[in-house]
């Protein structure tokens, strides 16, 4: 079964706002900081804890980090020669917003997906 690509701009701005698949109203992850999917739905009971999306979101962002800020570093490295610091400092505060900013976002459309392909697996107890 493919994914259409209609329904992913769709989806992304849907894991973006980080709702139950399920209802689409009530809060999915606990706080802005904490990525650990609720018990349960607390507008309709879907159980968001028990479908589990493994490392998915997070090789992903390793994936996403390698293949974008090895190189711009070492095309800054090869433009303008700046300190080893600076570009310690740089990257890490970098790579640490991507993470912040992506990792809830990547787990919701994980789960989105999850929802869709498997519904059955959500109802509430």
Partial sequence: MMVSMKNLKPDIYFAM????????????FHSWLNFTPKEACENCGARLKAQDVGDGAIV???????FTIVPAALIWELASSPSLILQLIV???VSL????????????????????????????Q
């Fill in 17 to 28: 706002k980080r709702r139950c698949p399920a209802c689409r109203k009530g809060d999915m």
């Fill in 60 to 66: 992903i962002l390793i994936f996403l980090l390698g």
């Fill in 91 to 93: 990257w890490t505060l």
């Fill in 97 to 124: 917003v991507v993470i912040f900013a992506l990792t809830p976002i990547l787990k919701a459309y994980i789960m989105l997906l999850q929802y869709r392909h498997r519904k059955n697996d959500w109802k509430g």
